[in-house]
């Protein structure tokens, strides 16, 4: 029988980790949890987020506002983060202790300087998308298990996305660490998940 099931890793990337210029506490930890699980699936696709220097989620682009603010841009509410994953700079690469061999698709999201992109599968104008939905079904996929950071944002939105596609959906709760911006926002976006019907797991559930 074909797999029906997908390894989805998000973002893990060197600005992500620490040292990095958005650093999710304990980002790296999740690295050798993740290098254990991508034995377990034979189709695996990874993130990357990739802004221009001009992009919207960066506070420096906002003379006045501070990191971590929130603005209103185009109707859509727009956390001001510090300048991270710039396209082709080092902090935009995947973490070097991340196997990446078997990876079988990396796809770039936030490269529209005008509209942030958290989840994988569509921009945060909830309108314009990437393309995975039809790449995940194409192959059929049917379930999908979510690993990465931030698991407040990225990780948050991408899971609530693909439960509304109609994929059978997993967090694999030790593969992920969050940035609690606004503080709660972890506890927050586990209960919203859970409420949703997404699957909290561990890895090894699996
Ligand atoms: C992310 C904030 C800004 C993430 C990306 O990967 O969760 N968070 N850009
Ligand atoms: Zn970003």
Known sequence: MKEDKALIIIDVQNDFCPGGALAVPGGDKIIPVINELTGKFKKIIATQDWHPDSHVSFAMNHPGKNEYDVIEHKGIDQVLWPRHCVAGTEGAEIHPRLESKSFNLILRKGNNSEIDSYSAFRENDKKTVTGLDGYL?????????????????????????????????????DGTRGIDSPSGNIDKAVSTMKEKGIEIINSNDL
């Open 137 to 173: 079904k194409n192959l059929g996929v049917k379930k999908t298990y979510f690993t990465g950071l931030a698991l407040d944002y990225c990780v948050f939105y991408s899971a609530i996305d693909s439960i509304e596609l109609s994929f059978k959906t997993f967090v694999i709760i």
